[in-house]
């Protein structure tokens, strides 16, 4: 399988990751989370789509390159990749804990754990591939804000 190949299969397992994320974001976004307090700088919806979609790319790029790359120690990009994964494992069960159960203390605490797995990957895949690397500064930059976002929404309603 060459490079692009592999690139547009990443990009689009991220994608679809994002977009079944979507259903649990879907559940209450338009009941419960109408009704929760936000801090001032909680962002329009219509911004999330879009800017999700972006990031998602850009890890899929990410991943696409380190998958592809010649590293000359297997090991460490096939650790590289698992360390994705969780990352990616964890994007995704964020939605299920704010939105779907509705929980955003217990989503605080995984966005955190999630954060740490973002700075992890970025570690990780540097030394396989800078581009790689940092294509994921977005989206460690919107996971920080997020981060305190939840943390705000979960302040203002506990």
Do not use: H, R
Not at 33 to 39: D, G, Q
Not at 95 to 112: K, T
Not at 122 to 127: A, D, E, G, Q, S
């Amino acid at each position: 399988m060459n490079k692009s190949v592999k690139i547009i299969i990443s990009i689009s397992v991220c994608v679809l990751v994002g977009f079944l994320s979507g259903f649990a974001t879907q559940s209450s976004v338009k009941t419960w989370f109408l009704t929760v307090n936000k801090p001032f700088f909680n962002p329009p919806s219509w911004l999330f789509a879009p800017v999700w979609t972006v990031l998602y790319i850009m890890m899929g790029i990410a991943f696409g390159l380190i998958w592809s790359s010649n590293f000359k120690d297997k090991k460490v990009v096939k650790s590289a990749m698992i360390i994705f994964g969780i990352q990616l494992g964890l994007n995704a069960l964020w939605s299920i804990l704010f939105f779907g159960l509705c929980n955003p203390l217990l989503a605080f605490i995984e966005i955190l754990l999630l954060w740490l797995f973002i700075f992890e990957t970025i570690k990780v895949f540097k030394p396989i591939d800078g581009l790689a690397s940092k294509l994921l500064y977005p989206y460690l930059a919107w996971v920080s804000f997020a981060t305190i976002l939840n943390g705000s929404i979960w302040w203002l309603n506990k």
